[in-house]
Every structure is written in structure tokens, then in C-alpha cells.
């Protein structure tokens, strides 16, 4: 039997649509046909996706074929001419809602070939775009790849979710569906990152290179008559059909108000919440009235929790199993399977030719040398140890099974109890009913994908040795769970309960170095910074760093005064002195080593302050000092900075947070190593009082350990920050010294054409030499006469790169140079 829908009827959306904003385009006709199909046979018999805003022709061309399993005399009159209905029946109101049903599971578009047979017809990778492996594209090379990759072309899926590890393939997966896209269902595509510098590398490294090597994809963008200039810089590209764009996730115009079906925002876990809250969630709003849209995200994991687990979590969270290729067991594959020093080789004959069984194919393995350096991969049920080229095979039968509860038949089914997989799956991995062994409606609807490391043709010596790295910095530990093994895995929130912890990690530097040594003998050359307080005064702080940014405190002083006293008295004074301060190093053969502080960054940020600051730093420019303002965003140094401000008050701009970033890892690290921070411990005497100092006290430490990191870098208040104080009236010019000084030894570095750090050659010299050195002069440190703050012109032609930039100096400023 059959029935139409009048072709003038109005847009008509189902009352109870699962899908809100899911419904019948307009004028659309649907053939009912009343033989059964059951829900496991659907085929999506339609030629393509139905949108009710579709301006173009080419989706009204011809009435959509339906079958279906209900009879229309359930609905209207038999009577009726024809069978028509029209719209306003309510007859047809109660049809519509249960054609959503149907619909969702039987119009869709057909598939015309999946992500993977396009990749693999049309995409040769070539060695100029830094292909490992050029030619043409082959999924064996990834075979993990190939279900995540397929059910992004799926017309069934509308949301998808990849969570792969580095090196997993993801990018690969995302380009070669949007060039499939652009080949065989041209729409409009957005592909969203959270930062527009990521969008554009993205962009160029990703996408363009490898759409201008792919000539279906490169007649289409670059040589259509739509657009015949090369856009690629424009960051968007025209085809027949729509138009490709990469907008970033902060700004809401550009990424939820673009028309657009289908849409992408990768590094999901690093997007940040709008104006119009969740990027994807406003995306989701927008593309409901598409019928059938496309939104998927793909992200590495960030600590517990993200964005990108929670998205996950509403998928059908499907898992990769591997088959035993001895016992046949499937199981999701665990870090903790992975054997160390075991070493099985191939059976080889005497002229080292493997020995294959000529009827099976079977080859044997027979135990090798002993090696750390082997690594294997252990079945948990049959203790088989596979060798990577073994389990490289193996992943080409690896399957993907739902993992997600489902309901069905009123009740609530697991496919996963107790991590044992049960199941029942169909051949695609995805759930079926126990109870009416049916798919149950709807579950392909939102897919979830997430592989680790392991399932990658990636050696395990490689993932073992990242690890062992990772190992003695809980920083990179997490990114070593989050991005190599797809875990979820957070450090804690703060590097030490108390300040007193911190304070216990302390050492004696003349215990460890010999009596006298402040600055110990890894240290290549001191950094110091000078915070200006108005409160209370000055707060000066030095340290020495060594190969990998490791670093030894020396001297902390909260240099008490009022800071518009310039005389001996005030703290400028102070501050100056111990700028310019011999401190002592181990003594050797042909004498004491000494180092004196290389480049101070003065922060004048705070406006109270900002002319004392310049009367300070103005006339030393150049000469170890250099003016700077921690301000939230941006990089810790840029080393391409110059100047800003250089008419009011020149200074380089000091990223804060990813300066706490980088210090709040660092303070947890705890093994000497790259990044350590040394304290040195104060001298007690047996009473418990302080005989000597070096101002790294419990207030200093209390500081540290106030800061903690924030889950989620959720930013509900607005705060960019993804530190907080713990007790807010705890202050931080612990952390504020810290991280000037790591800017002062970046802007070091790179003023002085370094590469980093461990290329500066140590910076100690005798005593004796410089001695005769200083004794030359012997003037007032800092000009007390003059009462009025210098007035500085900094010459603005010449700021090339960070270093510091000779100063015009204002002929009465010559008075107090030193
Ligand atoms: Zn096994
Ligand atoms: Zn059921």
C-alpha cells in the first residue's frame, strides 16, 4: 500500500522526535511500503540526506523511497481518495512522530563508498608532505583506524567521538573524511580548533597539502571554476557544493553561526567554554535542524573527566579488542601486559630464512637473547608473548564492540560486566537486544572510539621507553597516560599539601658541596628578578640554572622599605647590591668560582609601582636588566618580542599562566633531573633558631603549595587561569619571582642566540680576576639625588629580537649610572 504526503504541505517535525528539531523536509514525499524489515536489515534505500533549509535542487529531486513494517490503516481511513493525507490531519500527526522513528533508522543517505575505500582509490601520500610512508594510502598500515574512520562517512552516525593516542591516526582519519566529503557528498564543512594558531598549522599541515596531492580533491577545490585562486592562505576553500573553513572554538561567530551540516572540532579537550557555552553543545543547537548532521569530536584525553571522556561517555563508548593469534581471546588491550626483556625471534633455518610451514603459513617462535631493550606484548588469557611484528598482524583482526549500556525491551542491558565482555554484538561490533534480538533503535546514532598506543604499529620499545621517561616527572606521566595510553589520569591538584612539605625537600648546599658554596656546581649562570611591592617593598629573588632547566635557589629576600626612599636606606639600594653581589661557588685548584647574577627582569606591571620600576630599570637596560609585565595569556617568553610600549613604559610582555604551567609540573618533580627545583635548606641551630638564611623559608614555600591546579580547566568564572590559591589571602610573590626568573633565563637564551639553556658555557670566574676588576669603581649604587623619576627613550628602531635594546639615555640620567 502506498501513500503520499502533499507535496505544498508545511514543514511538518515530529511532536516527540528523539532528536529535538528532527522531522520531514518540506513537501517531501514518502512511500510507505508494507512489507516488514526488521531493524538489522535496514538499508538506507535513499539516494541522500533530507535537510529542511537545503536551498540547492539537487536534494528535491525525487520522492524518497520508505520501506516499513506498520500498516497505514493504523493511521487513516482506507476510504480515503487515494490515500492522500493532508496536512492539518491529525491522522498525520501521529504518523509523522513514528516516521521519525523509522526514518532515523531507514532514509538515510547511501553510503556510496566508505572513508576507507575513498582513502584507499584516491589518496597517495607523498614524501614531500613528510609521509613516513609514501604511495598509496593503505589502511593496513592503521587497520585500528578503520571503523572510527568509516563511521565518520556513516550517514547512520551524526555524532562521533574519537579519543585516539599520538600517533593513533586521528588527524589522518578527520582529513581523509573531509576529502572524501569533497568528493562524494559535497557540503559545508567546518573543522574547529581551540586556538587559531593550531587552526592555521592544522590547516597546512593536515589538510591542503594532502588535498593538492589527491586529484579528485585538488580539481574540486583548486581548480574548480568556483574558485580558481589558491585560498589556502584565507583558511577556507571553496568547492562544488559547499566551502571548507577552520575556524577556532573561542569565537562563537565562526564556528556555531556558519551554515554548515557537518562539523569537526578537533583538540576538543583543550576548547574552552563561549558566551554561547560548550562549543559543541551550541554546534549541536545549530546543526539540529539538519536532519542529518555530522558533529564530531576528536580529542587526545586532558587529566580526568574532560570535555572530550564526558562526550564519550554519551556515545556507545566502543572499545578495540584484540584476538589472540594463539588462543583466539579477544581483550582490550592494558599497559600492563606489556612484557619487558622477553625476546622471541622467528625460527630461521641456517641461512636466516624464517621457516614457514608450507601447508598452515605458521611460523614458530623460539625464545631469543635476553634484551631490556625487547619488549613484548602478553595474551592475559594464554600468557603468549607476542613480538611487535606478531601483534602488528594480529591488529589487522581487531574488533570493535559497544560497551555502553543500552535500553531495550524495558529494561537496561550490559554488553560489559565486571570487564568481561558479553555482549551480544552484530558484525559491527554494535549491540543487539537479548531480548528481541533486535538493534535496538537509534544506538548508532552518537558513536564513541578510543584506542591506545598499543593498537598502533608503534614499537613497544618506544612506548616503554616514553614511559620510562615520563616516569620521574608526574607532569609528563599524565601526558603520558592521557595521550599515549588514551587513560584518563590527573596529578594532584597541588605539588604539596603544606608548605612545610616543600620546605623538607630543602638541601644543604655546603653539606653537599663543601663549606661557603651558595651556588652549586651544576649551575651554568644566575637569573634574578626584583618584584616591586608598595606595600611593603621589594622582593628580589635569585637562582641558578643548570643543563634541562634545572635550578638551584640562592638568595630570596623580601627587601622591606618604602620604595620611594632611593637613599642607602631604601630598598633600592639593597636590591642592587645584591644584583650585583659576588656569590660563591666551589672552590678548585686555581681558586674560589664566582657568579654574579646574568639578567634581572624587574616587573613593572603594577601601576602604583610602575615609576619606580623605570627609574631602576631604564638606565640599566642592556647592562643585566630588563624590564617586564606578567600579564594572564600568551607564551611564558616570546623569544620574536620587542619593546612594548616604548614611548610610556617599554617592557617585554611575561606570560604568567603558562609560566605557573610550566613551574607548578616542575616543583613535582623530585628526582635530579631536568626541571628540578633546589632549595637550599637554612641554617639551624640546636636550638631550632635560624643562624644563617637564605629566605626560602615556610612563607615562601606556604606560597608555593597555595596554588593549585584546577580539574577540567573548567573556567565557570571567566578566569583564563587554570591555577587558584587554595587560601586566597595567601600571597604570590613566590610564584611571580619564579616565573620572571624563568622569563629572564629564556630572554638570556635567546638573546644570546642559544638554543636553550644547555648550550651556555658555565658562567663562574675566579675571584682573583675580578677582584681587580671591581675595584675600579666604587660609586653610590643607586642615585640618591635626584628626586623625579628618569625619563627614558628607549631607542624604538632597533629592537631586534628579545635583546635588550640600548637605551637613548637622558643626559641627566648620566649622574647615576654604576
Ligand atoms: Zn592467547
Ligand atoms: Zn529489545
Known sequence: MLFRFPPSGSRRRSEEGRRSGGGFAEGRYARLRSEGIGHRERDARTDRGIRLDDHSE???????VVTTDFSVSDFFSPSHPDGIVRSGDAAIRDLTSRLTEITDSVIRPRVRRTVTEFAEQEIVLKAENGEPIPGKYRQINNPVA??????LGDPEVLEAVLIACAQGGKSRSLANFVASKIVDDPENIIVAYPVESTAKEKAKTDFFPMFKSVDSVRKRVFESATD?????????????????????TASPSQTASTPSGCAIIDEYSRVEDTDEGDPRMALRARMSRFVFYKLIVASTLVGKNCRTMQAYKETDMSVPLLPCPKCGHEHKMTFANIDIGRHLVEKVDDKGNLIVDPETGEFELVPGDINPEDCTYRCPSCSYSMPDSVRYHALEGVLWKQTAPFFCCGRKHK??????????????????????????VGIKDKRGFRWSVLYTKTPLRQVIGVFKEAEKNPVKLQQFWNDWMAEEFEIEAKIAKT????????????????????????VLGLFSTLDINSSYGLDFNLRGFGLGEESWGVHYEKILGDVEDWTKD???YRAEQLRRQLWHGIRDDEGLRVYRSLLMAVDINDYAT?????RYVYPRIGKGVIPIKGRAAGPLWNPTASLLGRHTDAHYPVGSIAGKTIIHGRLRITDDGPGKYHWPADEIDIEGNVVKSHGYGEGYMTELANLKSRPNHSHSNGSPDRFIPEVKSVRQEAWDTEIYILAAVKAYVASKGLRSIDDLKPTWRYLHEIEKEDAVEEKDLVDARRKRPVRVNPNPKKPDGPKPVPVQRDPRARGDRI
Request: net charge negative; hydrophobic share 25%; aromatic share 10%.
Open 58 to 64: 539537487r536534494y528535491r529531486e525525487e520522492p524518497q
Open 146 to 151: 578503520k571503523v572510527p574512520q568509516d563511521a
Open 228 to 248: 580558481k585562486h589558491d585560498k589556502t592562505s584565507l583558511m577556507q576553500v571553496r568547492y562544488p557544493g559547499g566551502f571548507l573553513k577552520f575556524p577556532t
Open 415 to 440: 554488553p560489559v560486566v565486571d570487564g568481561n565482555f558479553l555482549g551480544p554484538w552484530d558484525e559491527e561490533g554494535i549491540c543487539v537486544c537479548p531480548v528481541c534480538e533486535k538493534r535496538p
Open 499 to 522: 608548605g612545610v612539605e616543600l620546605l623538607n625537600r630543602a638541601e644543604d648546599y655546603e653539606q653537599i658541596y663543601g663549606p661557603g658554596v651558595e651556588v652549586p656546581e651544576e
Open 570 to 572: 631604601g630598598p633600592w
Open 610 to 614: 610602575v615609576e619606580h620600576g623605570k
